[in-house]
T-cell receptor, first 115, second 115 residues
Framework: GENVEQHPSTLSVQEGDSAVIKCTYSDSASNYFPWYKQELGKRPQLIIDIRSNVGEKKDQRIAVTLNKTAKHFSLHITETQPEDSAVYFCAARQRMDSGYSTLTFGKGTMLLVSP | DTEVTQTPKHLVMGMTNKKSLKCEQHMGHRAMYWYKQKAKKPPELMFVYSYEKLSINESVPSRFSPECPNSSLLNLHLHALQPEDSALYLC??????????????FGSGTQLSVL
């Protein structure tokens, strides 16, 4: 099955700095990679996603890059703000023989943005 | 309405009790999911319903019994749980069938404690 590794497990930055979280996956057939943000005591929320036919996607201060050859993808947050503080989960989608698909999540990165 | 609503928010039950978790969405989404999340861990998939049919059961013990009465509702019936089943139970939905597993909308979850 798919295996998703996520690094770092914790990341502390100063407000205004950039933050980068990296994930690697094992199944070369995986073709969809979402990122979820989960604030303390709240629900996970999709913040950005990318398909395997695209190398990069941006949405304001957030960007995701994908390197299919190396099987890794990264989340980039620029001009970080205290409200960016949360746990971020990457995930990779793998299609099963049944035709259905599942998401395999990374273990999460706790991002702390200090004012 | 762009929300997934879960009730109750908190539940404490004994190992001999029977209880049910409820989930509702009115976004017209065709796939609904149950995830289990332990503290500081990623969500773990339990069940997926696609077009009101159970399409994925991730080898979940029979003390957890899912039910999808209609396209907007999802229940999780609990019976004879163990203390290690204590966790946050998240419901999610997505617009397409479970074959895509894209853009999951999560509910706020039910924090379950088994005594």
């Amino acid at each position: 099955g798919e295996n998703v590794e996520q690094h770092p497990s914790t990341l502390s930055v100063q407000e205004g700095d950039s933050a980068v979280i990296k994930c690697t996956y094992s199944d070369s057939a995986s073709n969809y990679f979402p990122w979820y943000k989960q604030e303390l005591g709240k629900r996970p929320q999709l913040i950005i996603d990318i398909r395997s036919n695209v190398g990069e996607k941006k949405d304001q201060r957030i960007a995701v890059t994908l390197n299919k050859t190396a099987k890794h993808f990264s989340l980039h947050i620029t001009e970080t703000q205290p409200e960016d503080s949360a746990v971020y989960f990457c995930a990779a989608r793998q299609r099963m023989d049944s035709g259905y698909s599942t998401l395999t999540f990374g273990k999460g990165t706790m991002l702390l943005v200090s004012p | 309405d762009t929300e997934v609503t879960q009730t109750p928010k908190h539940l404490v039950m004994g190992m001999t009790n029977k209880k049910s978790l409820k989930c509702e969405q009115h976004m017209g989404h065709r796939a609904m999911y149950w995830y289990k999340q332990k503290a500081k861990k990623p969500p773990e998939l339990m069940f997926v319903y696609s077009y009101e049919k159970l399409s994925i059961n991730e080898s979940v013990p029979s003390r957890f019994s899912p039910e999808c009465p209609n396209s907007s509702l999802l229940n999780l019936h609990l019976h004879a749980l163990q203390p290690e089943d204590s966790a946050l139970y998240l419901c999610a939905s997505s617009q397409e069938s479970a074959a895509t597993n894209e853009k999951l909308f999560f509910g706020s979850g039910t924090q379950l404690s088994v005594l």
